[in-house]
Nanobody
Framework: QVQLVESGGGSVQAGGSLRLSCTAS????????LGWFRQAPGKEREGVAH??????YYADSAKGRFTISQDNTRNTLYLQMNSLKPEDTAMYYC??????????????????WGQGTQVTVSS
């Protein structure tokens, strides 16, 4: 079982930046696969970025603007979001799970989720 706590959300204007953080406890952080997801009102949850055994994976909507990273000394996952757009407005969640070698995890494979942090981008 992994406990996850997100922070760093807020309200910004289009073109601005935010850095989300997700602090983990309860398992060996360096052995986990990690992901950021988001869900806007009335829409399905979607994966934004993942860290897995072979590297990182980004959704098309995040490529070139978002960067996922982790600090194993702080047990913390980050999502740096630049050039934010109104369509990035959503609740953002981090997720963690023991890895499956060689591929990013699907949403349903993550068993540990944070409570979410709201990101609102105004035009």
């Amino acid at each position: 079982q992994v406990q996850l706590v997100e922070s760093g959300g807020g309200s910004v204007q289009a073109g601005g930046s935010l850095r989300l953080s997700c602090t983990a406890s309860g398992d060996n952080f360096s052995r986990l696969c990690l992901g950021w997801f988001r869900q806007a009102p009335g829409k399905e949850r979607e994966g934004v970025a993942h860290i897995y055994t072979s590297g990182t994976y980004y959704a098309d909507s995040a490529k070139g603007r978002f960067t996922i990273s982790q600090d194993n000394t702080r047990n913390t996952l980050y999502l740096q979001m630049n050039s934010l757009k109104p369509e990035d407005t959503a609740m953002y969640y981090c997720a963690a799970q023991r890895c499956v070698a060689g591929r990013p995890l699907q949403s349903y494979e993550y068993k540990n989720w944070g409570q979410g942090t709201q990101v609102t981008v105004s035009s």
